[in-house]
């Protein structure tokens, strides 16, 4: 990946103003840039997603006179534009996404996840794990404010109370895969 150069005080003046005409809230919106570009790297698993958001803002810095002139529409949707860009730049050339797992290999292990379900888990939980993982989309968010309705608790304490009891049922599975393969 190419290192850009930090903006010029003038670009950086021009980013400002093109983010908000006053100056306290144009700072304040660039920080929240930063900081959810910051967030949005480190979600993709990137080892230092504050030199990632760095680049992006310099990439866009560098581009702010076009941008005046010819961008319409808000300005954070340009910077996640970049931010993929530049994510992008950072995934090796010969990387290749490893082929899906064939059907038994998934049966072998959907079979050691119940079998872990049901030795390391009690009824309440496992009920909870898998009415955690079910649906999809839309449908996944609603079963899960829906359990957490149900337990009386908050979404997140509901997303910690299923961390915990699948870090307790990694080990179990993990054996149960290794005593497969042996």
Not at 89 to 97: G, H, R, T, V, Y
Not at 156 to 182: G, S, V
Request: hydrophobic share 35%; proline share 5%.
């Amino acid at each position: 990946m190419k290192r850009r150069e930090p903006p010029s005080e003038e670009a950086f003046n021009k980013l400002l103003a093109w983010l908000n005409p006053d100056l306290n809230k144009a700072a304040e919106r660039y920080q929240r840039l930063q900081f959810r570009l910051i967030k949005i790297f480190a979600a993709k698993g990137c080892v230092d997603p504050e030199s990632l958001a760095d680049e992006t803002l310099n990439a866009v810095c560098q581009k702010i006179d076009w941008l005046l002139a010819n961008y319409s529409g808000n300005p954070d949707l340009y910077f996640y534009g970049v931010a993929k860009k530049i994510f992008l730049e950072q995934i090796p050339k010969n990387f290749s996404i490893p082929a899906p797992p064939d059907n038994s290999e998934i049966e072998l292990r959907c079979g050691c996840l119940e079998q872990c379900l049901k030795t390391a888990a009690n009824e309440d939980e496992r009920s909870w794990v898998l009415r955690y993982h079910e649906g999809e989309g839309r449908q996944r968010i609603e079963n899960r404010k829906k359990l957490a309705e149900e337990l009386g608790i908050t979404i997140n304490a509901l997303r910690i109370r299923i961390f915990h009891i699948q870090t307790r049922l990694r080990p179990c599975i993990e054996d149960c895969l290794e005593k497969i393969a042996e």
